[in-house]
């Protein structure tokens, strides 16, 4: 759904709360008031990245497009911090605080479930069995496919300057280890669309390393 598509009343809800949590989490890690502007936005960039692919998916595979619309926005509400591949609890908690929320608004009831499903499942970095239904399979897709590729690069870069000093190398070394949890990412993707896409990126990824690791050797 793009900025200028004219929304439901969920939808502006749903995206109003989404931005809102995001910009709250964004102050702490970038230690800012609440008047102050903010260097990078990760969460709301995440945010934006999963709607976009969870919407493209959801076309291409016919899934219900309000469903994974709803899951995109909402699956991270009760994400703290940006620690990754730990099971915090926060799509069981995401989900019954997005019920909430969707049961104040106009989104059909019938699919508040479904909705609540998906952002239960969505946590982890890799999974060892595949997620089901559909509509969460995709969420969880779209939601390691946001950590590939070329918006993955953008979003760890911009994000790195929060954590304290950085260097080239020190950024090199923490991309490289992360290179093998991506990998696990692509092979746990449900959808034959989503590991495609997911082997792409994946490969965006690593020439960008191994050519900046020949470039710090001086090649």
Same mark, same amino acid.
């Given at each position: 759904?793009?900025?200028?598509?004219?929304?439901? @009343?969920?939808?502006?809800?749903? $995206?109003?709360?989404?931005?809102?949590?995001?910009?709250?989490?964004?102050? =702490?890690?970038?230690?800012?008031?609440?008047?102050?502007?903010?260097?990078?936005?990760?969460?709301?960039?995440?945010?934006?990245?999963?709607?976009?692919?969870?919407?493209?998916?959801?076309?291409? #595979?016919?899934?219900?497009?309000?469903?994974?619309?709803?899951?995109?926005?909402?699956?991270?509400?009760?994400?703290? %911090?940006?620690?990754?591949?730990?099971?915090?609890?926060?799509?069981?908690? %995401?989900?019954? =605080?997005?019920?909430? *929320?969707?049961?104040?608004?106009?989104? @059909?009831?019938?699919? $508040?479930?479904?909705?609540?499903?998906? $952002?239960?499942?969505?946590?982890?970095?890799?999974?060892?069995? @595949?997620?089901?239904?559909?509509?969460?399979? $995709?969420?969880?897709?779209?939601?390691?496919?946001?950590?590939? %590729?070329? *918006?993955?690069?953008?979003?760890?870069?911009?994000?790195?300057?929060?954590?304290?000093?950085?260097?080239?190398?020190?950024?090199?070394?923490?991309?490289?280890?992360?290179? %093998?949890?991506?990998?696990?990412?692509?092979?746990?993707?449900?959808?034959?669309?989503?590991?495609?896409?997911?082997?792409?990126?994946?490969?965006?990824?690593?020439?960008?390393? =191994?050519?900046?690791?020949?470039? #710090?050797?001086?090649?």
């Amino acid at each position: 759904m793009s900025e200028s598509e004219k929304r439901t @009343p969920w939808q502006e809800r749903v $995206i109003s709360v989404a931005r809102e949590r995001a910009r709250e989490e964004s102050l =702490e890690l970038w230690d800012r008031s609440s008047d102050e502007e903010l260097p990078f936005n990760y969460r709301l960039e995440h945010l934006k990245a999963v709607a976009r692919i969870a919407e493209g998916l959801a076309l291409k #595979l016919g899934a219900d497009l309000r469903i994974v619309r709803a899951a995109a926005w909402l699956h991270d509400l009760a994400k703290e %911090g940006i620690a990754e591949g730990i099971e915090d609890g926060h799509g069981v908690r %995401g989900a019954e =605080e997005a019920r909430k *929320i969707l049961e104040r608004t106009d989104f @059909p009831k019938e699919k $508040i479930a479904a909705v609540c499903q998906a $952002i239960a499942e969505h946590v982890g970095l890799y999974r060892d069995h @595949p997620v089901e239904p559909l509509e969460a399979a $995709i969420l969880w897709d779209a939601d390691k496919l946001a950590k590939l %590729g070329a *918006i993955s690069l953008v979003h760890f870069l911009c994000l790195s300057l929060s954590l304290g000093q950085v260097t080239t190398d020190s950024l090199l070394a923490k991309g490289r280890e992360f290179l %093998g949890l991506q990998a696990k990412m692509v092979e746990s993707m449900n959808t034959p669309q989503g590991r495609e896409m997911g082997r792409e990126r994946y490969e965006v990824v690593r020439s960008f390393y =191994e050519q900046l690791e020949r470039e #710090l050797k001086g090649g």
